[in-house]
């Protein structure tokens, strides 16, 4: 490449088509105020807010629990297959328009449970969208069950076991409120996963300690980390991330409006790639944050002067990372370079 991205206008139309993978996304987490709010409507539910401006005002947190209460009262409108279904057809039209070629989706089944609406419901709604943006728009994905770190883990074996009757769903992960609910409360249902096949990923050291990567690791036997900016906190993991090249799904803006960085000037995302270890960037809640994939890209890479070769380590290591097949890796991998080698930089 003869080109460098020196410029953020440069920077953003270079990322604006470039295939991209996304590796943490929660489908909840796109619920945007005005969906929010027709939804409601439409099931005659109250709100605490009057009007979109008011909506989005209530989207300013202090720390990940005052997130979780603004986003857990957001899922309370969520109640039909279709309601799940236009969701995650909304999110899917995002990574059309952002190029996005692979996602994997995680959802959160306890809470629409405790809502009284059925694990067939939620499924069926993510599903069918999924389905058809495959079809349509040749955007492969996979779908992960998460567990609800701060509720109790007894129930989950069932909950996994009635998942797997649906059908659908390519690994387990562990998310929510992090601090005081370490990963070992769930290692019975983690390991019944393993036993099945399936894919396993958990939230750790984004709040909580380097610990909790170290545990996630041992006792559920994960194969990416979520978030794990901690890490740097503690040499011998990073020794331990990098022998067994174990992915790290970072989310800088999630990172930021949730007070683990102060700023994106601030963030750990260029020590990672400094140090080798299998970085990616995400988007995580993007209604709730502030801004998509490509939006996290451009301004991260902008702030921490990240420069072109740093954006393509990120996306090999999404690629890799993925619980794609070997073939549609390599597929994902020539689009990449093709696109890498056929780009003109605007004048």
Not at 266 to 280: I, K
Not at 326 to 345: D, F, Q, V
Request: proline fraction near 4%; include cysteine.
């Amino acid at each position: 490449m003869n080109y460098d991205l020196n410029s953020k206008k440069v920077l953003a139309d270079f990322v604006r088509d470039l295939p991209k993978v996304e590796l943490h996304l929660h489908i909840e987490g796109t619920l945007e105020p005005e969906l929010l709010l027709s939804l409601a409507e439409r099931h005659r539910i109250a709100m605490p807010y009057a009007n979109i401006e008011m909506a989005r005002a209530a989207y300013e947190f202090d720390d990940l629990q005052s997130f979780l209460n603004v986003y857990y009262l957001g899922t309370s409108v969520l109640r039909e297959e279709r309601d799940f279904y236009e969701l995650t057809q909304a999110y899917m039209q995002r990574c059309k328009q952002q190029h996005i070629i692979h996602t994997e989706i995680f959802f959160d089944p306890q809470t629409h449970l405790s809502h009284g609406v059925p694990l067939d419901v939620v499924m069926g709604g993510i599903q069918s969208a999924l389905r058809e943006a495959e079809l349509e728009w040749g955007i492969s994905s996979a779908l992960i069950l998460c567990f609800e770190r701060d509720r109790e883990a007894e129930s989950t074996v069932g909950l996994l076991e009635d998942a797997l009757r649906i059908g659908g769903i390519a690994g387990v992960g562990l998310d929510s409120a992090e601090l005081g609910n370490p990963p070992r409360k769930f290692q019975e249902v983690f390991k019944l996963a393993k036993s099945l096949g399936l894919h396993r990923v958990a939230h750790a050291g984004e709040e909580g300690p380097p610990d909790y990567i170290w545990e996630a690791l041992d006792t559920l036997e994960v194969e990416r980390i979520d978030h794990g900016v901690r890490c740097m906190e503690d040499p011998l993991l990073v020794q331990r991330l990098l022998a067994t090249k174990i992915p790290l799904t970072v989310c800088p803006f999630s990172n930021v409006e949730l007070k683990v960085f102060p700023d994106l000037h601030s963030h750990n995302l260029g020590d990672l790639l400094a140090a080798g270890l299998s970085a990616t960037i995400n988007s995580d809640d993007p209604a709730y944050f502030g801004g998509y994939l490509n939006d996290n890209i451009v301004e991260t890479m902008d702030c921490l002067s990240l420069g072109v070769e740093d954006l393509i380590v990120l996306q090999k290591n999404a690629i890799e990372a993925s619980f794609c097949s070997a073939s549609r890796k390599l597929e994902m991998n020539h689009l990449l370079e093709k696109y890498i080698k056929n780009y003109t930089p605007i004048s």
